[in-house]
């Protein structure tokens, strides 16, 4: 897929990938599975206000590891 090919093509380049939107379960496990480094979205936490962005910066950062974590084991668990 295009998405598939500009992860990779990032990385080659050594960019770090940031996805955007994350909105779904779906969409994360997607893009953990293919190396994306970080996201955001609505998935991992709301628009948070610029005299909170530190904290919620640190919440969303929680959110993404814990995410990645959870859908790394789930990917190992369909492969069983």
Known sequence: SII???IVMAHTLKFIVVAEGVETDKQLRFLVNHGVNA???YFLARPAAEENWATSTD???RNFLRAARNADMNSANNLT
């Open 4 to 6: 598939e090919a500009i």
């Open 39 to 41: 996201a955001q979205g």
């Open 59 to 61: 919440v969303r950062t």
